[in-house]
C-alpha cells in the first residue's frame, strides 16, 4: 500500500496520459483537442499535489518493494515539483498556440502527460536501470510532440535532430551504465558509490574514468552543456514554443536533479581524488565553457527563441557552476535547486510572452517583430522585461538572489580556484543578449546591466572579507530547509 | 586451449567479421546484404550468451533481434527502396579519418580497462538456475516490476508519437 502512495506522483500522471486518449478518441470529431491541455495540466497539478502532500507526510512511508530503485525524499520531491509545474505552465500555454498553427491535436497531451511521468521516473530513480527508463520515456515523447505540427518543415528537421543526437546521447548513458556495472557489481548508485569508497580508483583507472565520463557526456545532452549543446539553438527555434518551453524548463529541471545525484553519490570527489580526472574539474570545465559559449554566441542572435536558447545554455553553466561547488552536503542543501526555481519561472515567463506572439500561421519571433512592442502590449511587455531582467539576475528580480546565493556558495565552498572562478562568472555577463529582445520595452537596458553587475560584483567581494554567513539561503528559504536535512535519502 | 575457449574464438570472430561485413564493402554496399551481415553477427552474439549461462537473454537475442528487428530493418530498406544511383560511391572526407580514429581510440580505451579488469577477475560460482527463463521473470516481477510496468508507458508513447507524426491531418 505504502508503494502505491510513494508512486502516486508518477502513475496519477500516466494514468492522465491514458485518460486523455480515451476522451480524445470519445470526443465528437469535429470537436478542437484544446481542452484537453487544460485537464492534461490538471493531472499535473494533482500530481504536484500529491507531491507536495508525500513531502509533508511521507517521511514516514517506507516501502521494501522500492528500496534501492526509487527514492522519495524531499530532494526527488522538490526537483519533481519543479518539473510537474513547469509542465502544468507549459500545457496552459499550448493550447491556444497549436490552434493559431492549426497543429492542434489531442495526442499531443497523451505525449506531454507521458513525458511527465517520465520525467518523474528519472528524478526518482536511485537505480541506473530506472534512470535509462525515465530518461527514455521522457525523451521519446519530446521528439514526436517536437515533430508535432505537420506543416513546419523546422519543426520536423527539429524532430529528426533531437531524436537522433538523443539516442547517440541514450546510449552514451546506456554504455556507461555496463561499464559501471562491469566494474561494481551493481547498478545502484548507492553501492556504486560505497564501492569506490572501499575500493577507491588508483593510477591510470582508465575504466572509472571512462564510465564517469560516458555518463557525464549522456546527461551533459539532456542539459545541453558546452561542447553536447549543437542540438539545442536549432531544435529550441524549430519545436512549437510550448515544447521549447517544456525543453527549456522541466527537462532541464529533471537533467540537473539526475546530473547532481548520479555524480554526487557515484563518485565522490575524495575517493576520486588520487586519479587525475576528478569530476569536480569536469564539471567546472563544463561549467566555464558552457556559460561564456551561452553568454557570447547569443549576443549576435536575432531570433527571440535563438536568444533564448542561448540564454538556457548559459544558464546551465551558472547550475553546473554551483554543481561544482556542492560539498558532500548534496546538491539541495546548495543554492542550485533555488536557482533553478527562478530560472524557471522567469523561462516560463519570457518564453509564454513569445508564445502569445508568434502564434500565427506564419510564426516569426525576429528580434525585429519586437520592436515598440512594449508600447503595443503594455502588459505582456512588462512581464517581458520583469522575467528578462530576472534571467539576467538584475534586483530585485528573483534571478538576482539566485544568483547571488549561487555565487556566494561557491565562494564559500573550500573548492579550488573559487574566487578566479566567480570573478570569471562575474564578468560573463549574464544575459546581456537576454535583455535586447527588451528593445521597445525599456530604453537603454545594457548600461543598467552593467551598473548592477559592478554593484554586485563589490557587494560580493565586500561580503568575501566581511564573512558571508550573515546572508544564508536558508534564512531566505526557512520553510523549505527545515524540510531538507536528509537531503538524499536512501 | 580448452574446448569452451576454442568454441569462443569461433563465436567472438564470427560475431566481429558479421559487424565489420556490415559497413565494409563488398556486403556493406548493399544495404539488404549490409542487414543480413547483421543478422549472422547477432546470432554469433546469441552464441556467445550461452557461454555467459545467459541462456533466456540469448533466446530472446535471436527471437526479438536477429528475428523481429531485422524484420523491420528489410522494411525500412524495401520501402526506401533506393536505386543503384542513389547509392553512389561513398565519399572520403576528414569526417570520416576522424570518426575511424576515434573509434579506435575508445576501443583501445575499453579494450585496456577491460584487461586490467580481467587480472582482478575471479570466476563466481553461479546458482543452477542462472539465467533461465523462470529466474529472469521472478527478477522482472518481483524487484523491477514498477519499472518493468512504466516501459509499457514507453512503448505506448513511442506508438502515440508515431500516430501524431505520420497520420492524415483531419480536416
Not at chain 1, 158 to 164: N, P, R, S
Not at chain 1, 251 to 264: H, I, S
Not at chain 1, 320 to 335: I, K, R
Request: aromatic share 12%; proline share 4%.
Amino acid at each position: 500500500m505504502n508503494d502505491i502512495v510513494l508512486l502516486s506522483p508518477i502513475w496519477l500522471s500516466a494514468l492522465t496520459g491514458l485518460l486523455v486518449m480515451l476522451i480524445d478518441v470519445l470526443a465528437a470529431r469535429d470537436q478542437r483537442p484544446g481542452y484537453l491541455g487544460y485537464v492534461t495540466a490538471t493531472g499535473m497539478v494533482v500530481s504536484g499535489a500529491l507531491a507536495l502532500f508525500l513531502w509533508r507526510h511521507g517521511a514516514a512511508l517506507t516501502s521494501p518493494f522500492l528500496k534501492g530503485v526509487f527514492s522519495f525524499g524531499p530532494y526527488t520531491l522538490f526537483f519533481g515539483l519543479i518539473v510537474l509545474m513547469m509542465a502544468a505552465a507549459s500545457l496552459i500555454i499550448a493550447p491556444d498556440y497549436l490552434r493559431q498553427q492549426d497543429a492542434d491535436q489531442g495526442e499531443f497531451y497523451v505525449l506531454a502527460a507521458f513525458s511527465a511521468s517520465g520525467m518523474l521516473v528519472f528524478v526518482a530513480a536511485t537505480d541506473l536501470v530506472a534512470v535509462f527508463l525515465g530518461l527514455e520515456t521522457m525523451s521519446l515523447s519530446i521528439y514526436a510532440m517536437t515533430a508535432s505540427n505537420p506543416r513546419s518543415a523546422v519543426g520536423a528537421e527539429a524532430g529528426m535532430k533531437y531524436f537522433v543526437l538523443g539516442g547517440l546521447a541514450s546510449s552514451f548513458l546506456l554504455l556507461g551504465t555496463a561499464f559501471l556495472y562491469g566494474i561494481t557489481g551493481s547498478t545502484n548508485i548507492v553501492d556504486i558509490g560505497n564501492y569506490f569508497m572501499v575500493n577507491p580508483p588508483l593510477g591510470a583507472a582508465i575504466l572509472p574514468s571512462f564510465a564517469m565520463a560516458l555518463v557525464i557526456i549522456g546527461l551533459g545532452f539532456k542539459i545541453a552543456a558546452v561542447p553536447f549543446h549543437f542540438w539545442t539553438p536549432d531544435v529550441y527555434q524549430g519545436a512549437p514554443t510550448p515544447v521549447t518551453v517544456w525543453m527549456a524548463g522541466a527537462v532541464k529541471a529533471a537533467g540537473f536533479a539526475v546530473f547532481g545525484r548520479l555524480l554526487l553519490t557515484m563518485f565522490h570527489a575524495n575517493t576520486f581524488m588520487h586519479i587525475a580526472f576528478n569530476y569536480k574539474l569536469v564539471v567546472l570545465a563544463l561549467a566555464l565553457l558552457t556559460m561564456t559559449y551561452g553568454n557570447l554566441v547569443g549576443i549576435v542572435q536575432t531570433d527571440v527563441k535563438r536568444i533564448l536558447a542561448y540564454s538556457s545554455i548559459a544558464h546551465a553553466g551558472y547550475i553546473l557552476l554551483g554543481v561544482y561547488a556542492v560539498g558532500t552536503s548534496g546538491l539541495l542543501d546548495s543554492s542550485v535547486g533555488f536557482y533553478l526555481l527562478t530560472y524557471a519561472v522567469a523561462t516560463i515567463a519570457s518564453f509564454g510572452v513569445v508564445t502569445l506572439m508568434g502564434g500565427s500561421m506564419n510564426e516569426d519571433t525576429s528580434l525585429d517583430r519586437f520592436a515598440g512592442f512594449g508600447r503595443r502590449h503594455p502588459l505582456l511587455g512588462l512581464l517581458l522585461t520583469i522575467s528578462l531582467l530576472s534571467l539576467a539576475g538584475i534586483p530585485p528580480f528573483a534571478g538576482f538572489a539566485g544568483k547571488f546565493y549561487l555565487f556566494k556558495d561557491v565562494l564559500q565552498s573550500n573548492v579550488q580556484y573559487n574566487l578566479p572562478v566567480v570573478i570569471f562568472a562575474l564578468v560573463n555577463f549574464p544575459q546581456i543578449t537576454g535583455l535586447n529582445s527588451g528593445v521597445g520595452c525599456i530604453k537603454r537596458p545594457i548600461c543598467c546591466v552593467i551598473f548592477t553587475h559592478l554593484m554586485l560584483d563589490v557587494t560580493l567581494l565586500r561580503l568575501r572579507s566581511n564573512g558571508l554567513n550573515s546572508l544564508h539561503l536558508k534564512h531566505f528559504l526557512q520553510p523549505l530547509s527545515s524540510n531538507l536535512s536528509g537531503n538524499l535519502g536512501p | 586451449m580448452s574446448a569452451e575457449m576454442i568454441v569462443f574464438w569461433i563465436l567472438a570472430i564470427g560475431a566481429v567479421l558479421g559487424a565489420l561485413a556490415v559497413v565494409l564493402p563488398p556486403f556493406g554496399r548493399n544495404p539488404l546484404h549490409g542487414a543480413l551481415a547483421l543478422v549472422v553477427s547477432f546470432i554469433f552474439m546469441a552464441g556467445v550468451y550461452v557461454q555467459l549461462s545467459a541462456f533466456f537473454v540469448a533466446v530472446i537475442q535471436v527471437l526479438v533481434y536477429a528475428g523481429a528487428v531485422m524484420t523491420l530493418f528489410v522494411f525500412v530498406i524495401m520501402l526506401l527502396n533506393l536505386t543503384p544511383e542513389e547509392l553512389a560511391q561513398p565519399k572520403y572526407s576528414w569526417y570520416k579519418v576522424l570518426s575511424v580514429f576515434s573509434a579506435l581510440a575508445i576501443g583501445f580505451i575499453v579494450a585496456s580497462g577491460l584487461t586490467h579488469v580481467l587480472v582482478h577477475f575471479h570466476a563466481a560460482s553461479i546458482p543452477a538456475t542462472f539465467g533461465n527463463a523462470a529466474s529472469v521473470g521472478g527478477v522482472l516481477v518481483k524487484k523491477w516490476l514498477f519499472v518493468f510496468e512504466f516501459s509499457s508507458i514507453l512503448l505506448l508513447s513511442a506508438i502515440v508519437g508515431a500516430v501524431l507524426i505520420a497520420r492524415k491531418r483531419r480536416s
